[in-house]
């Protein structure tokens, strides 16, 4: 199995700035593809950001200029850093990877999320 942990949620003003980590640990032999999504109260799942083994990237419309996605394959981790937040930015916040195993099993796999709250 793969299992994902996000940290670095929390509160905070509008303007200021987050940074999430996505950690991987299994028994992996490589993690792919990548991403971020979000689900704000009341409303549905939606995607943020992705980002491909090889570094290539794609953010939704609304956080454009205002996120950065980014990761480090020798440490099976992923990070979004998150600037100039707004109060509609508050979610909770999943990491999700394709990975593939030792035993060459794939896995797309989820994690439990992270809230994130942006004050007003």
């Known amino acids: 199995q793969v299992q994902l942990v996000e940290s670095g949620g929390g509160l905070v003003q509008a303007g200021g700035s987050l940074r999430l980590s996505c950690a991987a640990s299994?028994?992996?032999?490589?993690?792919?593809?990548m991403g971020w999504y979000r689900q704000g109260s009341g409303k549905q799942r939606e995607l943020v950001a992705t980002?491909?083994?090889?570094?290539?990237?794609n953010y939704a419309d609304s956080v454009k200029g205002r996120f950065t996605i980014s990761r480090d394959n020798a440490k099976n981790t992923m990070y979004l850093q998150m600037n100039s937040l707004k109060p509609e930015d508050t979610a909770v916040y999943y990491c999700t990877a394709k990975a593939r195993t030792m035993s060459l099993l794939l896995y797309d796999s989820w994690g439990q999320g992270t809230q994130v709250t942006v004050s007003s």
């Open positions: 299994g028994n992996i032999l490589r993690v792919n593809d």
């Open positions: 980002i491909t083994r090889a570094g290539s990237t």
